[in-house]
């Protein structure tokens, strides 16, 4: 995987991290921090299904993986019109361990810049979800 993938990747995390660190230094209530954090967090969510549309379209034994590409985007839209709570972030968390899950097994015959890209999403996952369970306890 080229590491310039692998360093926006990890500048990911920045608004996981500042912003829990914003509503501790005051300088967002909470309110206003957890609506960014859920967009922010359903956006990257749905940034998930791109791989899996990639996938499909280059090698046909993956063809199926085109309706799995949208699934991350729905469960991230459902989770933001549905609750307004720490179940929102309940629910992104436990769907960005799903899509890890799913990816790391049905990603293993893909090429390897792929399972590079699974492995480094091991690591994202884990401060991701830690970040959601931060903000769950500034609430």
């Not at 829990?20 to 609506?35: E, G, N, T």
């Not at 399972?115 to 999403?121: A, D, P, Q, V």
Request: no cysteine; charged share 10%; proline share 5%.
């Amino acid at each position: 995987m080229p590491k310039h993938a692998a360093l926006l990747g990890y500048l990911g995390l920045i608004p996981f991290f500042a912003i829990p660190v914003a509503v501790l230094m005051d300088i967002l209530s909470y309110p206003q921090a957890f609506a960014f954090f859920t967009q922010y967090s359903a956006i990257i969510l749905s940034f998930f299904g791109g791989i899996h549309w990639y996938v499909a379209i280059t090698d046909p034994k993956f063809s199926h993986q085109l309706y799995v590409a949208m699934l991350p985007s729905i469960v991230a839209w459902l989770a933001l019109i549905l609750f307004a709570d720490a179940r929102t972030l309940g629910v992104l968390s436990l769907a960005y361990v799903a899509v890890l899950i799913y990816d790391k097994f049905t990603l293993q015959m893909a090429p390897a810049q792929i399972i590079e890209y699974t492995r480094m999403r091991v690591i994202l996952t884990t401060l991701v979800v830690t970040s959601h369970v931060v903000m769950v306890g500034l609430s």
